[in-house]
């Protein structure tokens, strides 16, 4: 868990990926050598912060979002929200502008008309633009994980994990999620145009509900905002009980992924969501069972082969 935790701590809010990026490629390219097969990696020019590794002859791409919610500063210290964060008032907040690091205290207030504001309470007034992430807490246990932004951290630890040992297929890790999407259009034309890639798992962490709770498998979401095609997610299901691995299947009304902005751009993409669910969406104690996060990695690994 040191390589999850490691990502939990990474300031990385959507539009500020570039910290992850080069975190991302100095352990690939320190670690790849002990992997099963090399990867082509693909970044830079034309990919902005986002990553492709490619391995063998890749008929599918897992997709891993970067970035995290947050804040940004705006004026005397007003706090405008970076994607959906949930967090209580009290919450430590960490940045830094060019005056150096800051921690501070998310405060929350109603304005004039009634609606909530937030402000970061701190001793001198903050440079507008700052990022703000939720100060990191990494706990874990015999039974779970927990700490801010395991979505998506620990999806992109997920396919890290299935990298190590992956023979044909794509890592995709891509940026701005958490803030309506942004990359995922250029992500799929290269992958369908260059690649001949057209089937895509989005390695991502869903909530724990009364359907799917804790210790009871991977999710793999039969629709949320989106719906995936029903000739491939009944492909996933029948693969997902003959690999085995603990699974529940999820149906829900709201909710999105990087899965919705692959249905949105102009190319025929399967998709599907599978991912861990958790507590605590979106806060700065985000929980996953430990058991889920076995069955998350085991059933990646088989679909990866057998799609």
């Known amino acids: 868990m040191k390589l999850l935790k490691q990502l939990c701590e990474i300031h990385a809010p959507a539009g500020s990926e570039y910290k992850m990026t080069e975190f991302l490629l100095d352990y690939i390219n320190e670690n790849k050598s002990s992997w099963k097969v090399q990867p082509e990696i693909i970044s830079g020019d034309g990919f902005q912060d986002c990553i492709l590794l490619v391995f063998g002859k890749p008929t599918t791409a897992i997709f891993a979002h970067m970035d995290s919610v947050g804040y940004t500063a705006g004026y005397k210290n007003n706090l405008i929200k970076i994607g959906g964060p949930a967090a209580k008032k009290g919450t430590k907040l960490v940045g830094e502008d060019s005056q150096g690091k800051i921690e501070c205290v998310l405060n929350s207030s109603e304005d004039e008309h009634q609606f909530l504001t ?4 701190f001793d001198r007034e903050i440079e507008r633009g700052t990022t703000f992430t939720y100060k990191p807490d990494f706990r874990e246990d015999d039974e779970f994980v927990q700490c801010c932004y395991m979505d998506d951290r620990l999806g992109m630890w997920n396919a890290i994990k299935v990298a190590e040992t992956l023979e044909n297929g794509v890592v995709v890790f891509s940026a701005w999620e958490e803030h309506g999407g942004g990359s995922v259009g250029y992500l799929g034309r290269y992958l369908y145009e260059e690649l001949n890639v057209k089937q895509a798992l989005i390695s991502d962490i869903t909530w724990v509900t009364e359907g799917v709770p804790h210790n009871k498998g991977v999710a793999i979401s039969m629709r949320d905002s989106g719906i995936p095609r029903r000739t491939y997610l009944n492909r996933i299901i029948a693969l997902a009980k003959e690999s085995k691995v603990p699974f529940q299947l999820e149906v ?52 990866m082969k057998h799609l």
């Open 252 to 303: 829900e009304s709201a909710g999105g992924s990087d899965g919705n902005a692959l249905q949105r751009s102009p190319y025929p993409f399967d998709w599907c969501f599978i991912g861990a669910p958790e507590d605590n969406v979106h806060t700065p104690d985000e929980k996953v069972h430990k058991k889920d996060i076995d069955a998350m990695v085991e059933l990646y690994q088989y679909l």
């Open 118 to 121: 937030y402000t970061a309470d």
